[in-house]
């Protein structure tokens, strides 16, 4: 009994409290999720979806003087059963992120992420005019070890970014890059090694 009234309490709580930031299911959210350790969050971080979410050691999400801070948040939507979004260790986050699997998106250790960004391995709707109302095709999202996302980036199905990659600010990513390139543009291309 216990128990469960501190769940309504955390959850009723958390839920309208816009100036203490920690990660919390969305109030009707079914989703699992495990953290390896307590991640720093210094911008409110919802979890949303009924798949699952694991998140690694040392992480955080936010960032004070990132911009954008105050009126923002963080998503991360695992929008189906067995949808997985999954996070290394060490992964830090600026502001306003919405990270959002329908099948599988894995982000490595040591992974920066800038402002405004936006990852997703489907399309919501259909390309085909006539199937607009139904989910368009499903893929997955994979980005490395230590690759730094800027400012404003889209990752889109199907990407997936080698280890030690940056991704330029403004990038539209679309496809498969290597290891330790510089990556930008819409869409983008590679830009030149590190
Ligand atoms: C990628 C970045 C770090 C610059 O790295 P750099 O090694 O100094 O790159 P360079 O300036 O040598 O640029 C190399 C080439 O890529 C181009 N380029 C660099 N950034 C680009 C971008 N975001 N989009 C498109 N082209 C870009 C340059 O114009 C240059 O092209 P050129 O060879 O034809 O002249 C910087 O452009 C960037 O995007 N920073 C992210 C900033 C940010 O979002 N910070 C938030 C904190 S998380």
Not at 71 to 95: L, P
Not at 139 to 160: A, F, P
Request: charged residues 20%; glycine residues 12%; proline residues 3%.
């Amino acid at each position: 009994m216990k128990s469960y009234l501190l769940l309504i309490h955390f959850k009723l709580h958390s839920s309208f409290s816009r100036w203490k930031y920690f990660i919390y299911p969305n109030l009707f959210s079914r989703a699992k999720y495990s953290c390896a350790t307590n991640p720093i969050y210094q911008q409110k971080t919802e979890i949303t979806g009924v798949g699952r979410i694991t998140i690694g050691k040392n992480c955080g999400f936010g960032y004070r003087i990132g911009g954008f801070w105050r009126n923002g948040s963080i998503e991360f939507q695992a929008r189906y059963k067995d949808a997985e979004i999954i996070i290394g260790d060490n992964v830090f986050t600026n502001n306003n992120i919405f990270i959002c699997a329908a099948n599988k998106i894995s982000i490595g250790s040591h992974t920066r992420i800038g402002q405004g960004i936006m990852i997703t391995d489907f399309e919501a709707h259909g390309t085909d005019p006539e199937n607009r109302n139904k989910v368009g095709e499903i893929g997955t999202v994979d980005i490395g070890e230590n690759v730094w996302i800027g400012n404003n980036v889209t990752i889109l199905k199907n990407s997936k970014v080698g280890k030690n990659t940056i991704i330029g600010t403004g990038a539209i990513v679309n496809g498969v890059f290597p290891e330790n390139v510089l990556i930008g543009g819409v869409p983008a291309k590679i830009l030149k090694s590190l």
